[in-house]
């Protein structure tokens, strides 16, 4: 894959997003005595990452909450999953964790200097699916999301729209606010892998993307932007359907033709521009864009 795919934002402290930053601002628990709780302690069981992802299938609005323990454990070891009971309460979701994930270790013998068994890592995660326009009908103002062990993780005010959720926060590391877009389904994502990570060939894409009659996102959602750090990356629909109909699978990173820019290199006898060519690619949004 060409096209380094991060997360659109994650939550952290009492709940920050970024987007298109990775990040890993993990959220703490009101923990209690982990030295009380069954199964194996490998990892801090009270510190999770929290970020919010695209559903691939379902219902038109649905997306997930997707929690991932900031600890990894490899070996001959097993995860159980974990028991999640999401509760509407008015104007507010409690995800709560009834039970957290274990590890288990397998009791395999060593054998020159190997296992028997298949050397994975895991890690503790937990998915709630959620639907944007079951937030809408009830005046849904809030995620919660905590253990029952281990405690609050977070609490976050949302504001849900046919076309984007904002998210927004208070804590002691300040202020945080950020929106996840709703993309029309004849979304697609133009690339230049071979830009070079200083050269902005944002104008280039767009006039190559205008010749097959692609339309900039921003004319159809309001107000959505990419940040500075999204270079050479860049969003449309399709209404013609001359770019996604060579997308036949959600995971598709096609090549869909070519474009012209230039460069300068400096010698002795000055700067002498160039010209040279740069595929175009061309994908879905995946879970994280």
Known sequence: MSLKRLPLFIFSGMIALAAFVPQIRPVYAQMQDEGTADGLNLVPRGVYMVNVQRASDGAPGDFIMH??????????????????????????????????????????????????????????????????????????????????????????????????????????AGSYFETFWFYPSNTVILHTPG?????????????FAESKGLVPLSKTLKGFTLPDTAMNIKYYTDPRGSVIHQLSAPDDNVKVGMLTAQRTFYGSDGALTQSYTLDVYALKPGMND
């Open 195 to 207: 830009a070079k990570r200083d050269q902005d060939v944002g104008p280039l894409i767009d006039k």
């Open 67 to 172: 929690g991932s323990n900031i600890g990894t454990v490899s070996g001959c070891i097993d995860v159980t999953e974990p028991e999640v009971k999401v509760v509407f309460t008015m104007n507010k979701v409690e995800i709560s964790l009834e039970k957290d994930s274990e590890f288990e270790l397998k009791n395999d013998e060593v054998r020159y200097g190997t296992y028997s068994c298949d050397i994975k890592t895991r890690t503790a995660t937990f998915d709630v699916r959620l639907n944007r326009d079951e937030l809408i009908d009830r005046n849904i103002k809030s995620i919660g999301v905590k253990s029952k062990t281990y405690g609050m993780y977070t609490d976050t005010k949302i504001n849900p729209s046919k076309d984007k959720i904002e998210f927004s926060s208070q804590s002691t």
